[in-house]
């Protein structure tokens, strides 16, 4: 039997808002059409809404908790990249979020991750050379190639990148890019190779040069890092060219809004109501070919119900025809996720932790808040701990080998020691402390779950189990999110005065962001791509 939806319906594409009703059959959109009866009503009918560039590891969730939270918020699908776990599974796990994903109804988009690991400088659980990614690329659940992190590889035409670049170009299906601070002529070089988005520009300059150069800018507000505000210029100006994403995003954060935060923010600042609709939903449906409806006749019924245009807020998701969430509920039951995981790495000692700095300088990482960038800088060894500067080290989870030993400024623990699998891009084990003693504990804490969140004082642990390749929970969405603010307000309490102390460690090892970062192989100079020593002789 068909359903007849009322309201006012929001035609994106005709620039026109008119009280009508939509009569749905099944999946699709039989008819919408102008009712006058429908006058008077509050509610209006808009486009469902896209993440242009998730990684729903980062979520701590896995697909189908995260459906759970995101439909709540008018969002209907995704387009994802599944390499994190393909940095601790490979294939396997590429596989395991597309069957996940099929339990539930948010259409999940998945890419080949192009670069699996990361850099040659550091040790994922798998890799995937251009075959796996062209094998993947040819299956029609793979809809684009997954971020080019190394874009150096892209302008220097290294073989292996090109291999990738060329399959997915010959299947006619996008190449996402990831060049954080490249602009110029660089960038449009790194364009002019196939590269159709990037979601690390944090200068306005930087965005409009690739956009010069043919490229999609998504506009990226998650945990980690936040640039809505140096591009919503780009909103009034280059809304063609724009999608939004969220690229990692906490569960604590994900609980209260999606896709519709930047909606409401930037009408806030008074852009174009279609424009941003636009952005929010036709832009990555046409850029990436997804099966998502667009509110036209014919178009499969994927589409947001809000109280109020001023309000906005969300009241009904509809995907494929039928209501996934509605009257604050969440409409769909799915069944509890598979377990799977990589995890070698046995306990530690605390020795292993013991680095020698008598007579030395030391070269320490330094992180700020809400910036994957980080900068160095240089210190007497007899002034770390009056300087905030904390012993830093990374764990192969993979197999068992020494520790890896930095030092690290910025992250503020008074007391204790929190550690983490979640560390991009191999996912081995980080971890900061204030000596060497609890360092060895949150990392054996670890080990011990085979994957998850910790922090400890010695005396008081609290942890996160991440039995789901040491990056996801199998428990219910709110209970993790629940579980994690209590792991911020604790490490708030050991003196931490980030906004998210776990969010800005799991970025400490990704070594295709500048300036100094550590992976289990050593410290990293990212500028110049090469290894580098934390002790300098005074």
């Given at each position: 039997?068909?359903?007849?939806?009322?309201?006012?319906?929001?035609?994106?594409?005709?620039?026109?808002?008119?009280?009508g009703k939509i009569t749905i059959s099944g999946k699709y959109i039989k008819d919408i059409v102008y009712d006058e009866e429908c006058k008077g009503l509050t509610n209006y009918i808009v486009p469902g809404f896209v993440d242009s560039h998730i990684h729903i590891e980062s979520t701590l969730l896995s697909p189908t908790e995260f459906c759970k939270l995101a439909?709540?918020?008018?969002?209907?699908?995704?387009?994802?990249?599944?390499?994190?776990?393909?940095?601790?599974?490979?294939?396997?796990?590429?596989?395991?979020?597309?069957?996940?994903?099929?339990?539930?109804?948010?259409?999940?988009?998945?890419?080949?991750?192009?670069?699996?690991?990361?850099?040659?400088?550091?040790?994922?659980?798998?890799?995937?050379?251009?075959?796996?990614?062209?094998?993947?690329?040819?299956?029609?659940?793979?809809?684009?190639?997954?971020?080019?992190?190394?874009?150096?590889?892209?302008?220097?035409?290294?073989?292996?990148?090109?291999?990738?670049?060329?399959?997915?170009?010959?299947?006619?299906?996008?190449?996402?890019?990831?060049?954080?601070?490249?602009?110029?002529?660089?960038?449009?070089?790194?364009?002019?190779?196939?590269?159709?988005?990037?979601?690390?520009?944090?200068?306005?300059?930087?965005?409009?040069?690739?956009?010069?150069?043919?490229?999609?800018?998504?506009?990226?507000?998650?945990?980690?890092?936040?640039?809505?505000?140096?591009?919503?210029?780009?909103?009034?100006?280059?809304?063609?060219?724009?999608?939004?994403?969220?690229?990692?995003?906490?569960?604590?954060?994900?609980?209260?809004?999606?896709?519709?935060?930047f909606i409401r923010r930037a009408f806030a600042l008074g852009a174009d109501i279609f424009e941003v609709l636009k952005i929010a939903s036709i832009n990555p449906i046409e850029h990436y070919n997804l099966d998502v409806g667009q509110l036209r006749k014919g178009d499969l019924a994927d589409f947001v119900i809000v109280e109020t245009m001023s309000q906005f807020?969300?009241?009904?998701?509809?995907?494929?025809?039928?209501?996934?969430?509605?009257?604050?509920?969440?409409?769909?039951?799915?069944?509890?996720?598979?377990?799977?995981?990589?995890?070698?790495?046995?306990?530690?000692?605390?020795?292993?932790?013991?680095?020698?700095?008598?007579?030395?300088?030391?070269?320490?990482?330094?992180?700020?808040?809400?910036?994957?960038?980080?900068?160095?800088?240089?210190?007497?060894?007899?002034?770390?701990?009056?300087?905030?500067?904390?012993?830093?080290?990374?764990?192969?989870?993979?197999?068992?080998?020494?520790?890896?030993?930095?030092?690290?400024?910025?992250?503020?623990?008074?007391?204790?020691?929190?550690?983490?699998?979640?560390?991009?891009?191999?996912?081995?084990?980080?971890?900061?402390?204030?000596?060497?003693?609890?360092?060895?504990?949150?990392?054996?804490?670890?080990?011990?779950?085979?994957?998850?969140?910790?922090?400890?004082?010695?005396?008081?642990?609290?942890?996160?189990?991440?039995?789901?390749?040491?990056?996801?929970?199998?428990?219910?969405?709110?209970?993790?999110?629940?579980?994690?603010?209590?792991?911020?307000?604790?490490?708030?309490?050991?003196?931490?005065?980030?906004?998210?102390?776990?969010?800005?460690?799991?970025?400490?090892?990704?070594?295709?962001?500048?300036?100094?970062?550590?992976?289990?192989?050593?410290?990293?100079?990212?500028?110049?791509?090469?290894?580098?020593?934390?002790?300098?002789?005074?």
């Open positions: 039997m068909d359903k007849i939806i009322k309201g006012n319906i929001v035609d994106v594409h005709r620039r026109m808002i008119y009280p439909v709540k918020y008018g969002t209907v699908a995704t387009v994802s990249d599944p390499h994190e776990i393909a940095n601790v599974l490979g294939l396997k796990g590429v596989d395991y979020m597309i069957n996940e994903a099929k339990k539930s109804p948010l259409k999940f988009n998945f890419g080949a991750p192009s670069c699996v690991p990361a850099t040659k400088f550091e040790t994922a659980g798998a890799e995937l050379n251009a075959l796996d990614v062209k094998i993947l690329l040819e299956r029609k659940e793979i809809k684009f190639l997954s971020e080019m992190m190394n874009w150096p590889g892209v302008l220097e035409e290294d073989e292996e990148v090109m291999a990738k670049i060329e399959a997915a170009k010959s299947l006619n299906k996008p190449v996402d890019g990831h060049a954080p601070g490249l602009s110029g002529d660089k960038a449009k070089l790194y364009a002019s190779k196939g590269i159709t988005t990037d979601h690390e520009c944090t200068q306005l300059e930087e965005a409009l040069d690739k956009i010069e150069g043919g490229m999609k800018i998504q506009i990226r507000e998650g945990s980690a890092a936040k640039n809505f505000d140096a591009l919503s210029t780009l909103l009034n100006s280059h809304a063609e060219h724009l999608m939004f994403c969220t690229d990692d995003t906490h569960p604590h954060e994900l609980i209260n809004g999606h896709i519709d935060l807020i969300p009241i009904a998701t509809y995907i494929n025809g039928e209501a996934v969430y509605e009257n604050k509920e969440v409409k769909f039951t799915t069944e509890k996720p598979d377990v799977i995981n990589n995890f070698q790495a046995r306990e530690k000692t605390v020795s292993e932790f013991f680095l020698d700095t008598k007579g030395k300088r030391v070269q320490s990482i330094v992180v700020e808040d809400g910036q994957l960038i980080t900068k160095k800088e240089i210190f007497n060894s007899t002034t770390l701990k009056a300087n905030d500067v904390l012993k830093l080290a990374v764990v192969n989870r993979y197999r068992n080998e020494p520790p890896a030993i930095a030092f690290i400024k910025g992250i503020g623990l008074e007391q204790g020691a929190i550690a983490s699998t979640v560390a991009h891009d191999s996912h081995n084990i980080i971890a900061v402390g204030h000596d060497d003693q609890v360092l060895c504990e949150a990392v054996n804490e670890v080990i011990n779950m085979k994957g998850g969140l910790v922090i400890t004082n010695g005396f008081d642990t609290h942890s996160l189990p991440l039995p789901i390749a040491g990056l996801m929970s199998d428990k219910e969405g709110t209970d993790v999110a629940e579980d994690y603010i209590n792991l911020l307000n604790k490490a708030k309490s050991f003196g931490s005065k980030l906004h998210d102390p776990f969010l800005t460690l799991s970025f400490v090892s990704l070594l295709v962001i500048p300036e100094l970062k550590l992976s289990d192989k050593g410290l990293f100079d990212a500028k110049n791509f090469k290894f580098t020593n934390p002790l300098i002789n005074s």
